[in-house]
């Protein structure tokens, strides 16, 4: 594994990366197919729970190195004894909330730590979050969800929320959703809350492997299970959460390079990574 890159810079695409964009747009996913897509998407990923239970997704042990205000000394620092709250935005089977859950019941932070919500699009994936043994109402509440509506209100009260979390996960929603998604997290935080995000960037190495017939609209595929995914630039991203009230303190590409020469994998991609404030006049 090389270093991480992070970099305001678009990447620079040879001429064969562009002759497979243009390649794409040769034949698009028809319209009816790209609006039964749409109605059909929870389904989609009940499918993908269905299939792979709790074993695709690794558990996200390298969030805390990322982010630095899931810490709990860093937590306990900046608020004293007082407990935060945390909600994760497509929770899957729960890859990031129970590794966090672990090193605070380690650290015996579990009281000055987060109090973790979790919610997720799919109720299978919700139902393997409550089957694992870390579960405890004491720490996590988890419950289903279209967070591009307004279900999410109905389980966490406004402006009470310290930090939210979308890892790899508004790629599969709609760019027409984008925003509502964006205004509910607003909703959701305490003025000076933070949204730590992190997904795929514009021209990652699976944008580019598509082959024609799997493009939906500019930046948005089609990937064989039904699921879709969305390619974002740094730009596009800043402006969809300064439009809806909050502050950039970080935006950037980062680019990773995977190396194992004894097995011939050289793999790249390109993630974009941020975090959003929400102003304190808001």
């Known amino acids: 594994m090389e270093a991480d890159i992070f970099t305001k810079r678009i990447k620079d695409l040879s001429t064969e990366e562009r002759e497979r964009l243009d390649e ?3 034949r698009l996913v028809p319209e009816f197919k790209a609006n039964k897509l749409e109605i059909d998407a929870q389904r989609h990923w009940d499918l993908f729970y269905k299939r792979n239970e709790t074993r695709f997704f690794k558990d996200r042990h390298w969030t805390t190195r990322e982010f630095q205000e899931l810490l709990a000394d860093q937590q306990c620092t900046s608020t004293g004894a007082r407990r935060r709250t945390l909600l994760e935005v497509g929770c899957g089977v ?3 909330v129970f590794p966090l859950l672990e090193e605070q019941i380690k650290e015996q932070s579990s009281n000055q730590g987060f109090y973790f919500y979790a919610c997720d ?3 299978r994936a919700v139902d393997f979050v409550r089957a694992n043994p870390l579960y405890d109402a004491k720490h996590m509440t988890v419950f289903q969800c279209d967070i591009t509506t307004q279900q999410v209100h109905e389980h966490i009260a406004a402006s009470s929320l310290d930090v939210c979390t979308m890892i790899f996960v508004l790629s599969a929603i709609h760019p ?6 964006v205004r509910n997290l607003w909703h959701l935080l305490k003025p000076g809350g933070l949204v730590l995000f992190r997904d795929y960037g514009l021209y990652d190495m699976a944008q580019l492997r598509f082959k024609p017939g799997h493009k939906i609209a500019e930046n948005l595929y089609m990937r064989q299970d039904g699921t879709r995914s969305y390619y974002f630039s740094e730009l596009q991203l800043a402006q969809l959460f300064i439009q809806n009230g909050f502050e950039v303190l970080d935006n ?3 680019h990773r390079r995977t190396l194992n020469l004894k097995e011939g994998i050289d ?4 993630f974009l990574q941020g975090k959003f404030r929400k102003a304190a006049a808001s």
Not at 176 to 181: E, H, L, N, R, T
Request: proline share 9%.
């Open 24 to 26: 794409q747009n040769k």
């Open 94 to 96: 729960g890859n990031l």
């Open 121 to 123: 699009f799919s109720p």
């Open 176 to 181: 027409d959703k984008f925003a509502d998604v």
């Open 252 to 254: 950037s590409y980062v």
């Open 267 to 270: 793999v790249p991609r390109i």
